[in-house]
């Protein structure tokens, strides 16, 4: 009896061995149709292309004009740098296609929910690559869609909530993911092998940069991490393919920026505006409070006509540089409350609070979804100390990228969005100890069935 039930179980390994590939795939597309049937959208004849946030004002002109201007409601302002112009201009192109009513903003929807399933059916491969295994992928894809983390944001607390199409966060996430997915495959590849992945990896954080330029810190860490564990590898064939190749695709909108405003903008320019209306007498730590309070509305050029007649007095740039030098003179006037903010904005970063006046993990707001949050960021600990003892190259990555990219975060005002392209990090990591326990389980389960059936037996 034993015997057999030993060459029972050696046969269902081989089998499942032999067909591994097939099941790997096979748990990739349930997870992508788990997603898509979760967060699925209907087709609403009624809905239509929004005209805020900036995104989408810059892409209805990009559609009507071909000009990447105006991206504020109360005036035409002129040419902008205000954000980045890969996803304007994907949403310009959609706009295009399927018009500005109901089919092109369920265009919009619908490639947004095909991008966040195809990220949560790729979860297995990601963990597989960083060294943490397909199971943890699967496990932590599954608490994701169970939670329905990251489809929604409570924008307006007085209002309903809005769905995040209207911002680059989902495709930032997967690019993001795949890069340092592959920024990992590099590093065990020799010199002479790693050429084609060099070459992917400068084409990824290109098209990242055109996206959001605000991840372009985790891979710079990257590369100086490389370059700190073996100097010599800077002057490497693949070394300078994956460092150069993206500098070359950013170069046209550089020379674009610098042809329309007459100064060096690398992608965006927005950052003394955001650092303005986050840092002021009447600011507090989050987004949705400063437009609750009407602090927004007092100092952004997106709903204060004042401030947008300056903009386009001024110029965008120059705009910002004045808000940039207001709101360092604020910061150094006002100490003891910019550390109160930036504090309170770390611990919204990591765990997102209610819609409420005041930072609170406990009130109305997505609860469900942060309370799975919570629970995925506290295990990520106990998973990232797994995962350095297994994998410390997997684990300095994954470091990296949860210490360098919210830095940015910590000074401006908090909104959940701003997470969400680091936020499978978190999930791969928090199912990591998940994943270990159950092994533990099944084979604790394996060997007390042998047991049982030694005994029996005899």
Not at 230 to 246: D, E, G, H, M, R
Not at 336 to 344: K, P, V, Y
Not at 409 to 438: E, H, K, S
Request: hydrophobic share 50%.
């Amino acid at each position: 009896m034993k015997n057999a039930l030993s060459n029972s179980i050696g046969a269902c390994v081989r089998i499942v061995a032999s067909y591994r590939k097939q099941f790997s795939a096979l748990v990739c597309l349930a997870l992508f149709l788990a997603s898509l049937g979760r967060y699925w959208v209907s087709y609403d004849p009624r809905d239509s292309v929004p005209r805020d946030p900036e995104t989408f004002r810059l892409a209805h002109n990009l559609a009507e004009t071909g000009q990447f201007a105006n991206p504020f409601v109360p005036l035409d302002t002129g040419p902008s740098a205000v954000v980045g112009p890969a996803f304007p201009a994907m949403l310009a192109r959609l706009i295009s296609e399927f018009g500005d009513g109901s089919a092109g903003i369920y265009a919009i929807k619908l490639t947004a929910v095909i991008v966040l399933s195809l990220q949560l059916a790729f979860f297995p491969l990601f963990s597989r690559a960083l060294g943490m295994g397909q199971s943890t992928g699967f496990i932590a894809a599954a608490i994701w869609v169970v939670g329905k983390v990251g489809i929604t944001r409570d924008h307006r607390p007085l209002g309903p909530p809005l769905v995040m199409f209207g911002w680059e966060a989902f495709y930032a996430a997967i690019l993001i993911a795949v890069a340092v997915c592959c920024c990992r495959r590099y590093l065990d590849l020799s010199k002479d092998s790693s050429c084609r992945l060099a070459w992917l990896i400068g084409f990824l954080l290109g098209m990242l940069a055109l996206f959001s330029p605000v991840a372009g810190v985790i891979f710079i860490g990257w590369f100086v991490w490389v370059a700190w564990r073996n100097s010599s590898v800077v002057l490497s064939k693949t070394y300078l393919i994956a460092f150069l190749l993206p500098i070359i695709i950013v170069t046209p909108w550089v020379v674009r920026n610098y042809l329309v405003f007459h100064r060096l903008i690398l992608v965006r320019d927005n950052f003394g505006l955001e650092l303005g209306v986050s840092n002021n007498d009447c600011a507090t730590f989050g987004n949705a409070q400063n437009l609750g309070s009407g602090c927004f509305a007092k100092v952004h050029p997106n709903a204060n006509l004042d401030e947008a007649r300056k903009v386009l007095a001024d110029g965008e740039p120059v705009y910002n540089q004045k808000k940039l030098q207001e709101a360092k003179y604020w910061i150094r006037s006002h100490p003891r409350q910019f550390f109160s903010l930036s504090a309170l904005r770390l611990a919204a970063f990591w765990f997102p609070p209610a819609t409420q006046r005041t930072y609170s993990l406990v009130g109305p707001g997505r609860r469900l979804e942060r309370v799975t949050v919570y629970v995925m960021t506290l295990l990520s600990l106990p998973g990232l100390a797994m995962l350095y003892r297994r994998d410390k190259r997997s684990a300095a990555i994954c470091v990296i990228c949860l210490s360098l990219y919210p830095l940015v975060y910590y000074i401006v005002q908090y909104d959940y969005r701003y997470r969400y392209p680091i936020l499978w990090v978190t999930f791969l990591l928090g199912a990591f100890p998940i994943a270990a326990l159950c092994l533990k389980l099944w084979r604790h389960l394996i060997r007390v069935g042998q047991e049982m059936s030694g005994c029996s037996s005899t």
